[in-house]
């Protein structure tokens, strides 16, 4: 919502996005009556950044893009190389969403218990990405069950939420397209109450793919998500903090922005592919800072090798001393000067 309803800001948005080295933009598509009740109220982080004047409705109405804002946003993604994807908040922006090719559908953390959302954007057929906010491992099976029925009965079998998530051919759906986001539902959420940690929970307790969506103030924790395993990360963007609206102070602005993105590719190089081996660059200095067996005094033809007389030093071009106690008790073959390589 950090367009404020401008397609004009939406588009630069969408450059500073670009440039920022990002895969994606993500927006939210509304209908402002179709999601908010008058009746109600603001957040506490919504009052503090836009007052209590109005109400929630109020002030969410003049945050709406409306169908050929949202066709300009799609024009100028593809015209920059970067994908669109938006987050719908009812069933008649989710058919908009559908109309303009969007895969994946991003489903916010406040309706991960929107069963009938959930349904409707199963049935689709698309991937999902869900972000579990405010959200118990309970409240994430329940949907995922919910999802898991909807995909199911679009690929023409019939099973309720209860038994869809047991189903293999509903697991192996789910596997395919559904993605799980950790995320601390707070504008800016407070470090401590983050717990990364969450990411492995969800992994290990539904097998999918995780990643992170980011409301804290900075660039160090999705960066330390990332490092973590996230293979997702979601941030805000602005191109001024400072400008009305109830999500600008939790955003980083472009240059913080491409500072993280950078931060991320670092850490996603960083993480490897998990074997254990020498990298190409360790491989030179092997020679340098291993070591060989040597002579630790001289030694004569026909002198049993022992702990006294066998060394290990710098270079490693030798025998490793890992073959130590396979030399003891042999007899030197010739004489050896202090810090000569022992033979192999």
């Not at 999918?208 to 924790?221: A, F, K, N, P, Q």
């Not at 950078?262 to 660059?281: F, H, N, Q, T, Y």
């Not at 001289?298 to 066998?310: A, C, D, M, Q, V």
């Amino acid at each position: 919502m950090n367009h404020n309803g401008s397609t004009e800001l939406a588009l630069s948005l969408v450059d500073a996005a670009a440039r920022a080295g990002a895969d994606a933009v993500k927006f939210q598509s509304f209908r402002s009556e179709l999601l908010i009740s008058r009746r109600a109220a603001k957040a506490p982080y919504q009052v503090a950044t836009t007052g209590a004047a109005e109400s929630q409705l109020e002030m969410v109405r003049r945050l709406e893009l409306g169908e050929e804002g949202h066709q300009a946003v799609v024009d100028r993604c593809r015209a920059s190389g970067i994908r669109f994807l938006s987050t719908p908040f009812d069933h008649e922006s989710l058919a908009l969403l559908v109309r303009l090719g969007v895969d994946p559908l991003k489903i916010g953390s406040g309706d991960l218990t929107n069963g009938p959302l959930l349904d409707a954007a199963a049935r689709t057929g698309r991937s999902i990405i869900l972000s579990t906010g405010m959200a118990s491992l309970g409240d994430v099976e329940a949907a995922l069950a919910v999802i898991a029925s909807a995909y199911l009965s679009a690929e023409g079998v019939e099973a309720p939420p209860g038994a869809a998530l047991a189903a293999p051919e509903a697991q192996a759906l789910l596997l395919e397209r559904v993605t799980l986001l950790h995320c601390t539902t707070e504008y800016p959420a407070p470090p401590a109450e983050v717990n990364l940690r969450a990411m492995a929970t969800l992994a290990a307790a539904f097998g999918l793919r995780v990643g992170y969506s980011d409301h804290t103030e900075g660039i160090l924790i999705p960066v330390l998500a990332t490092g973590l395993g996230a293979v997702m990360i979601e941030k805000h963007l602005t191109l001024d903090r400072s400008l009305p609206g109830p999500d600008h102070r939790a955003s980083l602005d472009p240059t913080a922005f491409a500072e993280m993105v950078a931060g991320i590719r670092l850490a996603e190089a960083a993480l490897g592919d998990g074997r254990k081996v020498a990298s190409p660059s360790e491989r030179r200095n092997v020679e340098a800072a291993r070591r060989s067996l040597v002579a630790a005094r001289p030694i004569r033809r026909g002198e049993t090798f022992s702990p006294e007389n066998l060394g290990a030093k710098r270079p490693g071009t030798g025998v490793s001393p890992m073959r130590f106690w396979e030399y003891l008790g042999r007899v030197a073959a010739r004489d050896y000067e202090l810090d000569e390589e022992i033979d192999p």
